[in-house]
């Protein structure tokens, strides 16, 4: 048998090659499969790239004619908001579940309540229902300056960690009961509520700039697009666009 002089004593190759393959097995394979897995989490492509101009086409067709809006879904990647299983939904215009019983809002609703906000760079935006993040991102990609409030605190987490991989960097994240708002970082240039309200919570109505927008879906089957622009200290005009669907707005955190 072969035998090599290692330092005192003496190994069989036979043991140096079985060795080797241990340590493979610890720093090598576990940690690509490690990384594959990482990497697939975290990869947008050109596949995905063309999907994104696909659905960006969709929306377009289906009346959405902000630019702003447009040009941040074509460049957020919503297939790392859905669980990486998911990925061949995330360029259907459809809702999807993303965990404890809450669902990433379809596009299309995504886009309408972004254009109805009318964003301007730079400026304060309350987000009630912080959820997968997608919303989230999509404000801040249009320049927004994004605080967003989520209830449930397991979706909390997962999100918060998940923007900084993204390098999405909304200006603050509250874990709390959004009929609340958040009165200590007031006033906001606008307001968006992504759960279905079955009124309008007052707290969010004086928490708005005058000349500011809150855009909340009312009702509790159904939920009808509203909304309110501050006119003054006590006068808000309403609009009205339509019905909507979404996972109900919840009172206090979870
Ligand atoms: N904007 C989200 C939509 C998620 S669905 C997205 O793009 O994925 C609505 C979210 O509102 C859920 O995550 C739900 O937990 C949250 N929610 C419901 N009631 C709430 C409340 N009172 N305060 C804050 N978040 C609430």
């Known amino acids: 048998m072969v035998k090599i002089q290692f330092l005192k004593s003496q190994i069989p190759v036979r043991k140096i090659i079985n060795r080797f393959k241990m340590w493979d097995l610890v720093f090598g394979i576990f ?5 594959k897995i990482k990497y697939q ?9 063309g999907l994104r ?15 702003n809006v447009l040009a941040a879904i074509k460049k957020i990647p919503r297939h790392l908001f859905l669980n990486s299983s998911f990925e061949d939904y995330a360029y259907q215009d459809k809702a999807f579940p993303i965990g404890a019983g809450q669902t990433i809002s379809q596009p299309y609703t995504v886009a309408f309540q972004s254009q109805l906000l009318e964003i ?6 309350l987000e009630i229902g912080t959820g997968s993040g997608y919303q989230t991102a999509v404000l801040c990609m249009m320049g927004a300056k994004v ?3 989520e209830r449930q605190n397991e979706l909390f987490k997962s999100t918060s960690l998940l923007f900084p991989k993204l390098n999405i960097r909304p200006k ?6 959004g009929y609340k708002g958040l009165p200590s970082y007031a006033p ?3 307001i968006i509520v992504t759960a279905g309200a079955p009124f ?4 969010l109505m004086s928490q708005l700039k005058i000349g500011g927008r809150l855009v909340i879906p009312l009702g509790e089957e159904v939920q009808i697009m509203t909304l309110l622009i501050r006119k003054n200290e006590t006068q808000f005009e309403k609009h009205e666009f339509g019905e909507f669907r979404f996972v109900p707005l919840l009172e206090d955190k979870n």
Not at 31 to 35: E, L
Not at 41 to 49: E, F, Y
Not at 54 to 62: D, F, Y
């Open 53 to 67: 101009n696909q659905l960006v086409s969709v929306l377009e067709q289906k009346g959405i004619t902000d630019k």
């Open 41 to 49: 989490i975290l990869k947008d492509t050109a596949k995905h790239q």
């Open 188 to 190: 906001f240039d606008s």
């Open 147 to 149: 605080f967003s409030v």
């Open 120 to 125: 301007q760079k730079e400026h304060k935006v």
């Open 31 to 35: 940690p690509s499969i490690f990384v």
């Open 172 to 177: 603050h994240l509250s874990f709390g009961d």
């Open 200 to 203: 309008i919570p007052q707290p």
